[in-house]
């Protein structure tokens, strides 16, 4: 009886075994067959680059993994026709949707644009263009110097002051891409791309006084508060006195303290006298 229950168990296991390795094999079958199955992905047949419209003979279809298609791949030629490279697209790389400019947004400097921004050109040179690093991607401040409303000896006093804080260079001459090389260039004009309002700063300071840029490095994204200088305080190390400081004078209108008596009244045969003694 013993030997036919411990045959039954041993039975039973085997057989238990057999379905768990069976579904095991099916499962990774499955997997292997998951991965092993590709999909069709529109990558550039050639270098791409920023600004560029793309055309049916620069892009090509690739087979590509299913479990490992990148995130906004597109699966038609169709789809990324006609629209602009926003980034520089390197051949057989996998064209992606935020590489790709809207369709119908342009080409060239326009797609770089992002949307409620502007790009303002400023006409440069050698030392305002930071003796020609300055590049597409860089990162500057804007300067001013003009003539200020305070005057000595009938001459308006120099001063110079930051009006525009890390702010991004689009394009450098007519180029919108920095060269691969990183070799210097000096250029003559810069475009920066800016808010509205900014952009208004930056064209009224053109007009009042000399423009100078002051690189940043591209990782520094503090923007410390400055106040102008003038000349006084470039020779001379003398700050700009201060505003006076308004504070507040406290008047009392409570009446004087009167000094301090005694009253003794007097009443003698009908008559009332009042004496005061301090």
Known sequence: MN?????LAVALSLLIAAIVTYGFVLHTRSQQAAASASAKLVAASRPLQAGSPITADSVVLLDWPQGALPTGAF????????RSVIYPINEHQPILDHDVAIAGSGIGLTVKIPEGMRAVAVRSNDVV????????????????????????????????????????????????????????????VVTLLLKPEDGEKLVLASSQGAIQFVLRNGADQQNPQTRSVDMAELLNGVKPPEAPRKTAKIVSHAPAHAAAFYEVETITGGKRSVDKFE
């Open 3 to 7: 030997s036919k229950r411990i045959a």
């Open 75 to 82: 699966s038609k030629l169709e789809d990324v026709v006609g």
């Open 129 to 188: 263009g930071v003796a020609g690093f300055l590049y597409p991607g860089s990162h500057v401040d804007v300067l001013v110097t003009s003539k200020s409303d305070t005057t000595q000896k009938d001459m308006a006093i120099p001063r110079t002051q930051t009006i525009l804080s890390n702010v991004e260079v689009l394009t450098a001459g007519q180029k919108i891409q920095p060269d691969p090389s990183g070799k210097p260039e000096t250029v003559n």
